[in-house]
């Protein structure tokens, strides 16, 4: 195998020093190019290397790295995704998040795969990007606006229209609230890098936005005939499958959910409402009534996104509420009012937050309240079913008035400020929220939520497979299937593929057509197993950062104590939970078939056999 790097990749790394305002480019190794592909691989990478294990979150020795794939911008379907990599606010380790638009495309065209802001800028500032190098510019003026407010002043400051293309924090994120994300407003679609805190660490750096413009880069497949033979062979099974996207988006997902009684409600007490509460809140109902358009990120035919509007209310264009979101701000909060549904989550897109974060910080907080560990005095919009103080407490929370400023630091750490009995009703691991996918009903998500290296993602262990039946509700196999699962997640964020696009146009495992199209365009000669072991490396650098952050380990791949102690209470999920010794069983298998010693450290053998023993702290100092 040739060890030059394929045309794929624009080839380099920028560097932005933000306290001085230096820029240094770096040439990507082609050996790390295949030990860890691109995008969230190459993101850990810098991670790993730039970031000492005991730095906080919010130090300058933090950095933020915005990473797209070898993929990027090639006949590969929906690759248009880019990965904001950085040590999280919420969990204290490694954390990549996603995020689509036209920004990732842009960024490819630089000629940058990786874009890292390392300290911290003296005055609020934005960051200018094109295939020269960088620029801090004053961003003063700035200060408070919102992020589609900051993504439109910074394209007019730049005079270039949609050519330039920006992500933006919004006040949540000047604040450090710490689940504050990033907003990109592209030409026809948003793309939202949502979980982990991403804003809050843009905030912390007294950055505003960073802003792309587009290059003259174009990335060369090394057997283009047969690659885009093979990409236009996926295409009708891609289509078909995603019929319920197109029509829907993601909310389409709210009905089958609710019916197989693993939708959590009144902060996951429960975990189904009546069918007239989920129609309510359905992707019909918002279909037949608030949908306006499909919006789409670039490269891309199946158009999931969706702008809703309420004329009654004088808003138009607001991004739609994605399942998880809807999961967050109503099911758990007991609220059906789509309308005010729609505003509180516009809200949480304009101010920067993650509104799965929020909406079950907020759920967790209605709980304590209904459980009398919180009072009136506290705020006045604790009581579940408060459709107007949903939006209240979003507005608190971004600017930290109030009772949003507790609010602002996450469930888990409001917690810690209640009485010990506030532990039980937690929903998350690792600091992080859990996102819609019962850890209860289904097993895949138990060992997978329990192992995943951002906490309470879906977006390591997948779900897409269990509500087909398999894996879940048995635990026979299941943490292999969670490991496997987490390969290929990895995998498909160094691609910076999209999720729904791989899972249902390329197949939700790793098998032979992505080995084809990583070759076909990389002129590599991988095995499927190689192209697996990539997925595996990736994943164990992950973990690798978080243990020598001392925030991986036995004691942390845990659930909370609903998820093990109190069963299902009624439904068709009725009696299921996952408890203790069922995890321990769980996690001895997974630790097995991973090649990780008993308290959850990858062995010296297994790092040696992925190539990573050059990657521990030791070895790197």
Request: proline fraction near 4%; charged fraction near 25%.
């Amino acid at each position: 195998m040739s060890r030059a790097l394929p045309a794929c990749y624009g080839g380099e790394i920028l560097h932005v020093r933000l306290d001085t305002g230096g820029i240094e480019r770096e040439r990507i190794d082609p050996a790390d190019a295949r030990r860890f592909l691109g995008g969230n691989g190459l993101a850990a990478k810098l991670v790993s290397d730039h970031v000492p294990t005991d730095a906080d979150p919010f130090d300058a020795e933090n950095v933020l790295v915005f990473a797209v794939g070898p993929m990027t911008a090639t006949p590969f379907q929906s690759t248009s995704r880019g990965v904001a990599g950085f040590i999280s606010p919420m969990t204290n380790g490694f954390f990549d998040s996603t995020f689509g638009g036209s920004f990732p495309q842009a960024q490819k065209t630089t000629g940058f795969d990786l874009i890292a802001l390392h300290g911290k800028a003296d005055d609020l500032s934005y960051i200018y990007v094109d295939e020269n190098g960088a620029e801090c510019k004053d961003a003063t003026d700035l200060q408070g606006k919102d992020t589609y407010e900051t993504c439109e002043a910074v394209r007019e400051r730049e005079d270039e229209g949609y050519s330039t293309h920006v992500i933006a924090a919004g006040p949540a994120g000047e604040n450090q609230a710490r689940y504050a994300c990033l907003v990109h407003q592209g030409r026809d679609r948003e793309g939202v890098a949502g979980r982990g805190g991403a804003g809050a660490v843009l905030g912390s750096k007294n950055v505003k936005a960073v802003a792309i413009r587009e290059g003259s880069f174009e990335p060369e497949v090394a057997a283009e005939s047969e690659f885009r033979d093979l990409t236009a062979g996926q295409m009708g099974r891609l289509m078909e499958e995603t019929e319920m996207l197109q029509t829907y988006g993601t909310s389409g997902l709210v009905n089958p959910i609710n019916e197989m009684g693993k939708l959590g409600r009144r902060n996951n007490q429960t975990e189904q409402t009546t069918d007239e509460n989920a129609e309510a809140v359905s992707g019909e109902t918002l279909k037949a009534e608030y949908i306006t358009e499909d919006t789409t990120c670039a490269n891309c035919a199946v158009r999931c996104g969706k702008h809703v509007s309420i004329e009654s209310e004088g808003q138009t264009e607001a991004k739609i509420p994605e399942f998880e979101s809807l999961f967050g701000t109503t099911t758990m909060q007991d609220v059906y009012d789509i309308q005010r549904v729609i505003e509180a989550n516009d809200l949480c897109d304009r101010l920067g937050m993650d509104t799965i974060s929020w909406g079950v910080t907020v759920a967790f907080a209605r709980e304590c309240y209904e459980k009398g560990l919180l009072t009136d005095e506290d705020s006045p919009h604790l009581e579940f079913g408060d459709a107007e103080g949903l939006v209240e407490l979003a507005k608190q929370t971004a600017h930290r008035d109030g009772f949003g400023d507790i609010l602002a630091e996450g469930s888990f750490r409001v917690a810690e400020q209640l009485d010990d009995e506030a532990q039980k009703y937690l929903h998350g691991r690792m600091g992080l929220e859990f996102a819609a996918h019962s850890p209860r009903g289904l097993k895949g998500m138990s060992i997978g939520y329990a192992t995943s290296t951002r906490g309470g993602s879906h977006h390591d262990t997948r779900p897409t497979r269990q509500y087909q039946g398999v894996h879940d509700e048995t635990t026979d196999g299941t943490a292999e299937f969670a490991a496997r699962s987490q390969h290929y997640t990895a995998l498909g964020d160094s691609l910076t593929q999209c999720r729904f696009v791989s899972e249902a146009g390329w197949g939700d495992q790793l098998n032979e057509k992505y080995r084809d199209a990583i070759n076909l365009a990389l002129g590599w000669e991988l095995s499927l197993e190689e192209v697996e072991e990539i997925g595996e490396r990736i994943y164990n650098l992950e973990r690798l950062i978080n243990v020598e952050r001392g925030v991986a380990n036995r004691d942390s791949d845990t659930l909370p104590y609903r998820v093990m102690h109190e069963p299902i209470p009624d439904g068709p999920s009725e009696g299921l939970y996952c408890p203790p010794e069922e995890l321990e069983s769980m996690l001895k298998e997974y630790y097995a078939f991973r090649g990780w010693d008993e308290d959850g450290t990858p062995t010296p053998s297994t790092l040696s056999r992925l190539d990573l023993a050059s990657e521990t702290a030791e070895n790197r100092s």
